[in-house]
């Protein structure tokens, strides 16, 4: 199994100073996170594109070319890009740059976005959302297995002939699907045949198992042999548990909290939030065993070949979140990589 990290470069105040940190700050400690997760041999870490003054990244590619130049080998992908309302042929003009910048590390993630502030900005009307998506997946995915294209849709002016440079190291660049568990997206990119990154941010996971089931049944039919699941979740990690639980409460109810505003949600309580951190909770929240336990159970519900945990679910002291990447690397990976080496010998 691939485990990483996903970030949207939250900026709120800051614990310790009640100080709301300036972009520039947020984007250092972010690139000094990425830069840990290579050194301890972490696989993958993902930047999520927003266009809101609560985080910093509103452009995942070029974030992560800062960071291709300070890592060796971690992959770097975004988490995830609003395809809905870019342009595919920026994305994947964006994407192949990074990827000849990373030498060969970049991915795409893929989706429609959990805010809506980009539509307005760009331009679009929020009720063509599984519209836009679906015609702009198509052309991404046209636009990476050929350097010649001729396409026409609603949304975007036509191309004919056109030539799209410049192309990737990887053929084909990796493109994953992001759900939060809706079946049509997961019947959609099993059909494709597309990696599926799936969201566990609250409630069961084993709710999720039957759109994991729907997926792999959707790629058989598609004449997709090979897929890959991969399951993104909140959490923290430090040395004992509790510690962990009285470090990520503060940010995780304020930060579900002002969102929560926004949709109409109730304010979250610590009994909720102590139930999220069990065995049988979304959340990752707890010592380097107790995290480690918790992939391999849910293993055992999806059989997933990707887990990436967002660490900073609102801002922490960066000292405690370079700690958990630490722990995250040194030593709930390699728990969860020989148990189910051992599982499946």
Same mark, same amino acid.
């Given at each position: 199994?691939? *485990?990483?990290?996903?970030?949207?470069?939250?900026?709120?105040?800051?614990?310790?100073?009640?100080?709301?940190?300036?972009?520039?700050?947020?984007?250092?400690?972010?690139?000094?996170?990425?830069?840990?997760?290579?050194?301890?041999?972490?696989?993958?870490?993902?930047?999520?594109?927003?266009?809101?003054?609560?985080?910093?990244?509103?452009?995942?590619?070029?974030?992560?070319?800062?960071?291709?130049?300070?890592?060796?080998? *971690? %992959?770097?992908?975004?988490?995830?890009?609003?395809?809905?309302? +870019?342009?595919?042929?920026?994305?994947?003009?964006?994407? $192949?740059?990074?990827?000849?910048?990373?030498?060969?590390?970049?991915? *795409?993630?893929?989706? %429609?976005?959990?805010?809506?502030?980009?539509?307005?900005?760009?331009?679009?009307?929020?009720?063509?959302? !599984?519209?836009?998506?679906?015609?702009?997946?198509?052309?991404?995915?046209?636009?990476?297995?050929?350097? %010649?294209?001729?396409?026409?849709?609603?949304?975007?002016? &036509?191309?004919?002939?056109?030539?799209? =440079?410049?192309?990737?190291?990887? !053929?084909? @660049?990796?493109?994953?699907?992001?759900?939060?568990?809706?079946?049509?997206? $997961?019947?959609? $990119?099993?059909?494709? #045949?597309?990696?599926? $990154?799936?969201?566990?941010?609250?409630?069961?996971?084993?709710?999720?198992?039957?759109?994991? %089931?729907? =997926?792999?049944?959707?790629?058989?039919?598609? #004449?997709?042999?090979?897929?890959?699941?991969?399951?993104?979740?909140?959490?923290?990690?430090?040395?004992?548990?509790? +510690?962990?639980?009285?470090?990520?409460?503060?940010?995780?109810?304020?930060?579900?909290?002002?969102?929560?505003?926004?949709? #109409?949600?109730?304010?979250?309580?610590?009994?909720?939030?102590?139930?999220?951190?069990?065995?049988?909770?979304?959340?990752?929240?707890?010592?380097?065993?107790?995290?480690?336990?918790? *992939?391999?159970?849910?293993?055992? @519900?999806?059989?997933? !070949?990707?887990?990436?945990?967002?660490?900073?679910?609102?801002?922490?002291?960066?000292?405690?979140? @370079?700690?958990?990447?630490?722990?995250?690397?040194?030593?709930?990976? &390699?728990?969860?990589?020989?148990?189910?080496?051992?599982?499946?010998?």
């Amino acid at each position: 199994m691939e *485990i990483g990290i996903y970030s949207f470069g939250e900026r709120t105040r800051d614990p310790e100073t009640g100080e709301l940190i300036s972009p520039a700050e947020r984007l250092r400690r972010l690139l000094e996170e990425i830069e840990l997760a290579d050194q301890v041999g972490l696989d993958v870490f993902g930047v999520g594109e927003h266009h809101r003054p609560d985080y910093v990244v509103s452009a995942p590619a070029v974030v992560l070319a800062a960071a291709a130049a300070r890592t060796r080998r *971690i %992959r770097l992908t975004s988490a995830v890009s609003v395809l809905s309302t +870019d342009d595919p042929v920026r994305v994947f003009q964006s994407f $192949a740059t990074l990827d000849l910048l990373s030498g060969g590390r970049a991915e *795409i993630m893929v989706g %429609r976005g959990s805010f809506t502030e980009s539509y307005p900005l760009f331009g679009y009307d929020l009720h063509d959302y !599984d519209e836009l998506f679906e015609e702009k997946l198509d052309l991404l995915l046209r636009l990476r297995s050929s350097d %010649r294209v001729t396409w026409s849709g609603r949304y975007r002016p &036509p191309l004919q002939d056109a030539a799209v =440079y410049p192309r990737p190291v990887q !053929d084909p @660049l990796p493109v994953w699907v992001a759900t939060g568990g809706t079946p049509a997206s $997961a019947v959609r $990119a099993g059909l494709l #045949g597309l990696p599926m $990154a799936l969201a566990i941010i609250g409630g069961m996971p084993e709710r999720f198992a039957p759109v994991v %089931r729907l =997926y792999r049944e959707a790629a058989r039919r598609g #004449g997709h042999t090979t897929v890959r699941v991969g399951i993104n979740s909140h959490g923290f990690i430090a040395d004992r548990s509790q +510690d962990a639980a009285e470090t990520a409460f503060p940010a995780f109810k304020e930060t579900m909290d002002r969102i929560g505003r926004e949709r #109409g949600w109730p304010p979250m309580t610590r009994e909720q939030f102590e139930f999220s951190r069990s065995l049988r909770g979304a959340d990752f929240v707890g010592s380097p065993q107790q995290v480690a336990e918790k *992939i391999l159970w849910q293993h055992r @519900l999806f059989e997933h !070949d990707r887990f990436l945990l967002q660490l900073t679910v609102g801002t922490l002291p960066h000292r405690k979140v @370079l700690r958990a990447i630490e722990l995250l690397g040194t030593e709930v990976a &390699p728990v969860v990589r020989r148990e189910l080496g051992a599982a499946s010998s």
